[in-house]
């Protein structure tokens, strides 16, 4: 019998681990892409939630209130910017304001008669100084934006902490600005998730106002407030006649 060569055209494959490798990286990618879209989820929802959380705080910040009245009064939104006015409390301290300095005027001729007519006066000041309040308090929240152009929302928002002081202390809270050379001062009060205005401090304002009141006071008499102004003629008087 004579010898066969038998020739095997199947050859086996020579990268069996190979192949069996790709093939499990390429099993594992889907689950490693599943694993990392679940990971950017989770910290989108992250963000999202700590934003909004962040988002509703400040909402609950004085600078936040302030934003929403600068904006009002520059869109002149009447009943927005009323909400965020305590008119009673701002006529009131501004009323203690416009007597301490009207008594102030007087100097030494100020006795009891005269301190009874002054605070006699301030109840009848009241209406007229809460007529006052909306245009003033408007105004200068107005300047403290610094331009003729009504600014953004947003813009006001990230402006507001450059352009004002605001400290806060529990459910209270004061904010100083200077505009033109002056300061002017809003003390603020917590109400509910916003902020309410109580007091209005501008040294220009109260001046205007006791210049007002000073009309329907009694006039002060230069020689009464001031008596030493009296000594040097009497002196002189006195004088001759020795």
Do not use: C
């Not at 002081?165 to 002017?184: F, H, S, Y």
């Not at 407030?225 to 000594?231: D, G, I, M, R």
């Amino acid at each position: 019998m004579g010898n066969r060569i038998v020739v095997n055209l199947e050859a086996p494959p020579q990268n069996v681990p190979t192949a069996r490798a790709a093939q499990g990286r390429r099993r594992r990618w889907p689950r490693v892409l599943a694993i990392l879209g679940v990971v950017i989820l989770v910290v989108v929802v992250v963000v999202a939630v700590a934003g909004f959380v962040s988002w509703r705080y400040y909402q609950s910040t004085p600078t936040y209130t302030l934003a929403l009245m600068i904006d009002a009064a520059q869109r002149n939104d009447v009943a927005e910017f009323e909400k965020r006015i305590d008119h009673e409390s701002i006529a009131k301290n501004m009323a203690a304001a416009v007597s301490q300095k009207a008594a102030g005027r007087y100097g030494l001729a100020l006795d009891s008669s005269i301190q009874q007519r002054i605070d006699g006066a301030m109840p009848a000041l009241l209406p007229r100084l809460k007529q006052t309040i909306h245009q003033e308090v408007a105004k200068e929240l107005k300047a403290i934006a610094t331009t003729s152009e009504p600014q953004p929302f947003i813009r006001l928002l990230v402006a507001i902490p450059s352009l004002m002081t605001i400290t806060t202390e529990g459910d209270a809270a004061k904010a100083t600005a200077n505009i033109n050379g002056r300061t002017i001062e809003l003390a603020m009060q917590r109400d509910a998730e916003r902020w309410k205005v109580t007091e209005f401090k501008d040294d220009v304002v109260v001046q205007r106002v006791v210049d007002s009141v000073m009309k329907d006071l009694p006039a002060i008499r230069t020689s009464d407030a001031l008596p030493f102004l009296k000594s040097p003629a009497r002196n002189k008087r006195s004088r001759r006649n020795r």
